[in-house]
């Protein structure tokens, strides 16, 4: 039993993210210390969100690869409103936020679910409709922090008990979808569609309801990453996190959620978002250049995979091995 | 005749009939082009222009040339996501071998050399431990896309030589566009390949049953394995002509374009579940996307509005036939 415990992905996952903080602390000491802890889960914590709730798509053998158009298209259009009416308090605007990604993702949803059209095809496609819907809104144009409130500015890195706003939301997203996912007739059910669908169907799983409902909560959580993003760098314009739906993809793959649907943890999940986050923070602490970052982290993922892989086998194998047979003359 | 001699024979295709074909993807796909080519050149003054309708194949030739092998890639079930970031590398090491004084011929080599390799690594990836493709080559993109930025960082390599750039803009007869004539090529030989032999119908067959495939006795990883090879391949010979065409090379050459290319293939009618598709299909698409943003760059309707154009036909064209109805499986 004592070495079972290693054998799990999460147990492991979670050394090699201690090792390699361990490393870089040698190298630098800096990032070590407590605030740079502090900025390390500040910074992790959009991808966490994003992470968790695109975890639950996959589970059920699905992928949302319209999330970051998602979020843009959510961030630019809080700032409208908030540049519109700056008398709205963000109390409004964040639910307003969260409103229209989960408006955007329940088409995705309703697409997926109820019509089961391929949900790579469905979020490919919206996922440039968003982007593009972005400069329709805005014209192209930037959105700079001069032209937002400094209470819709200050929200995210606003502290309670000495935590961000960034980090309370990451850890309110993490015990949510914890009980969501172990404790909720809801979250087996995603299990259960993820590993048989047809199964799932005729033991009276609501396959349809189910579906839209994943990719509603994610479109949600884009929504509300999306306030988030904008407000924490003060700036919307049409290209924002483009390309960050890989990213949030590759965290899942990471941390152990198998793409074929039906496996994965929320452990495993936060971690491989954590694992990307260390990464990203650490290269300008060792003083690596940012352009390497997209090398290491894609090293990262293939490494990750092929570690994982053993558990993955394609089914099918040939069994006998070929012997070249002698002809006989 | 006597009726006990009749004799029953299972035909291997069914009866010819004219709706069946006018129910076909590509005759929608045609009609549609048709439509979109019409109403651009009722509309659109200059639309007709034989050189600026010459001209426009280049927006689109070199993602086509990414559809052709990636359609064979989707019949069998695979997907290469990181197609845009090959492009990237084999264009970084052309650069390079520039700067090193290397004779434009052996720059195309080596620019479609290195698209092999990296083909070749995402097909040992995937076939050898088994990991799903998307998954391998989400990370590879990464990995080619970031090899591009530590090599060049806020760099430019440029100054190619004139021979390169007369294949990516240059003309044959001062009109038709090469990149078009090689397109063309490539098209009837992959047309030939997936529709005319017995490798293509393989193709079909793991793309059907991977697994009844592999039974039936065709060898379904090492079919993996060259497909991913040809699709590095054909990255390569899409980054040299883009080189040649603009002439530069920045870290975020080519950058999205795997999608658009998996656009291309889908509007093609090729099935993401595999096992359908043809190449004809893919062309037609190409052309259609081909006219529609040559269409609203004639009006001045900005780049970034055609993704949305382009996004919301490919939702129109898979939602439409499930919502005029037709046979809605309900097995699950």
Redesign the interface.
Known sequence: MKLEVFKQREVQLAILIVLLVMLIGARAPVFLSARSFDSLFTDSAILVMLVLAQMLVILTRG?DLSVASNLALCGMVVALIGRKFPALPISVLIPSAMGIGLLLGSINGA?IGY????P???T??????F???I??LSG?AWISSREMTQQFIDFPLQRLFGLTHLVWLALAAIALAGWLARYTRFGRELYAIGNN??AA?YVGVP?SRRLLSVYAISGMTAGLCGYLWVARYAVAF?EIAY?FE?TV??AC?IGGVS??GGVGSVLGAVLGALFLGVINNALPIVQV?P????????????V???I??RS?????K?ILPLTRVEKAT | MSSTAVRHQIADRGRFSLGEVLRRWEVLLLGVLLLVFTFNSLLLPNFLDPYNLADSTFNFSEKALLALPMALLIICREIDISVAGIMAVASVAMGFANQQGVPAPLLAMIGVGVGAACGTLNGLLVTRFAIPSIVVTIGTMSLYRGIAMVVLGDQAFTHYPEALALWGQGYFFDFIPREFVILLAFTALFALLLHATSYGRRLYAIGNNPVAARFSGVPVERYRLLLFVLMGTMAGLAAVLLTGRIGSTRPNIALGWELEAITMVILGGVSIAGGSGTIGGVLLAVFTLGMVTYGLGLANVPGIIMTIVIGALLLLTITAPKLLGGRRDRRD
């Open positions: 992928i697409l019509l089961r059209l391929p790579i095809v469905v490919l496609g919206s996922m440039s409709v982007r593009g819907m400069f329709v192209g669908p047809v169907r396959l049409t390309g890989l993809i590759a793959v793409i074929a250049s352009f390497w970052q997209s090398a290491i982290t894609g090293c990262v993922i293939v990750a995979v092929v994982n892989a993955e086998k394609r089914a099918g040939q």
